[in-house]
């Protein structure tokens, strides 16, 4: 499966922002679909993941201001995100995986064998 994600941009805080990670090739919802990002000079961090039964997960720093959706028929899976802060500016990454894991492992960026090409996100004051 390809990814592409689109959607990023240069926002306030407090703003929103709605990211798209799209998928082409077919069986797209037999795949888990999660969001990283990498600011500068960070590691890569988890985001959200939302699994194939479309239960979604979340890092604690942004449960109440984003939410993973996926649309199936669309193969697309989308990040909204309200109440943008300044520690949210990153390279943002969506990826996919089909392997059976645990809840906990999704969060590691190795449960993923597809991934797209990032999208920036940067939050001014």
């Known amino acids: 499966v390809q990814l592409q994600a689109s959607g990023g941009g240069s926002v306030q805080n407090g703003d929103s922002l709605r990211l798209s990670c799209a998928a082409s090739?077919?069986?797209?919802?037999?795949?888990?679909v999660a969001w990283f990002r990498q600011a500068p000079g960070k590691e890569r961090e988890f985001v959200a993941v939302?699994?194939?039964?479309?239960?979604?997960s979340y890092r604690n720093n942004v449960k109440g201001r984003f939410t993973i959706s996926r649309d199936n028929g669309e193969s697309t899976v989308y990040l909204q995100m309200n109440s943008l802060k300044l520690e949210d500016t990153a390279v943002y990454y969506c990826?996919?995986?089909?392997?059976?894991?645990?809840?906990?492992?999704?969060?590691?960026?190795?449960?993923?064998?597809?991934w797209g090409q990032g999208t920036l996100v940067t939050v001014s004051s």
């Open positions: 939302i699994r194939r039964s479309s239960m979604t």
């Open positions: 090739g077919p069986t797209f919802s037999s795949y888990f």
């Open positions: 990826a996919a995986g089909r392997r059976n894991s645990a809840l906990s492992v999704l969060f590691q960026p190795e449960a993923y064998d597809y």
